[in-house]
């Protein structure tokens, strides 16, 4: 129902606190522009209680999720990342590779406003992240490269923190909470502080963590390292729904197997600047996605030089 508003008082007093709508629970993780125009990004909250929430009017995805231009960022006299330009589209599964030091980690914390660049413009949604920095954090779910954690928290504890944060009411993070443990197999885990918690399952509790607001952006660096194969397909699988759904997703990985079978598009960056970039057939050829990564990387070390370790001591 919509809010309504009181008129003026003779006199300054105290507004009266306002109810939350009332919110039926939800079981399927969408992202919040998924649902019909008539809805907020809280599940069945009518349009209105979106000021409620801090949460900014948001159009229907269309165009480009995210658009980088000329960024650049430097450490020291070390280029990290050297005018890259990127568009991903909304609704695609993006793809970033490069060798170690390359700067995609660089790149993605950017993105995410971790880091500010040098020079260049990002924009997310549309909107200039530089000029409006809290509205597209709004817009974006983050997985960081070195996960650090409350480790006091259980893992219940660190989900409602994440909620409350994005200011969601109370129970609609416990809803969402439940839904997205079932979904990453943590029910039985939750009730355990996250220092106890395998890297594999420390990984998947930040991941639901920064699906619990329902973002437009999903920011992930290396989502599948140090993940077992069971819940690295659950992931997948939670992924790929997302975006179906209409969820963009910007990932850098090692796995060059998985971005060429899960990746719509892919960029290839070596010593901070895109080397290739397009659909993933475009940037392999007729190599495979790994043979055309080494092939743009510099090829294969030199191993000349390292006889001795073809015997051994005794």
Known sequence: APVAIAPAAPAPVAPEPVAEPEVEPTRTLLPAHAAADTTS??????????????????????????????????????????GIDLTVPAGT??????????????????????????????????????????????????????LRTFDRL???????????????????????????????????ALGRSVSDYSAGMLKKVMLAGALIHSPRLLVLDEPFEAVDPVSSAIILDILSTYVAHGG???????????????????????????????????VRGELTLEQRFVELAGGLSDVEGLEWLHTFSD
């Open 93 to 146: 599964f993006y793809g970033l590779v490069g060798p170690n030091g390359a700067g995609k980690t660089t790149t993605l914390s950017m993105i995410a406003g971790l880091l500010e660049p040098d020079r260049g413009t990002i924009h997310i949604g549309g909107v200039d992240a530089a000029a409006k920095p809290l509205a597209v954090k709004r817009l974006m779910g983050v997985l960081p490269d070195r």
């Open 41 to 82: 990004a809280v599940d069945g909250a009518p349009a209105a209680a979106s000021v409620l929430l801090d949460t900014p009017p948001v159009p229907a995805a269309a165009g480009d999720a995210l658009v980088l231009r000329g960024v650049t960022k430097r450490f020291g006299s070390t280029h990290a990342v050297d």
């Open 248 to 282: 963009t997703v910007i990932l850098s990985s090692h796995g060059m197997d998985l971005v060429e079978r899960v990746c719509t598009r892919v960029a290839v960056i070596v010593a901070g600047q895109v080397l290739a970039e397009g659909t993933v057939a475009e």
């Open 154 to 188: 259980t893992g219940r504890q660190l989900l409602y923190y994440y909620g409350v944060l994005r200011k969601l009411p109370p129970a609609v993070v416990e809803s969402r909470t439940a839904d997205l443990a079932r979904a990453f197999d943590l029910e039985d």
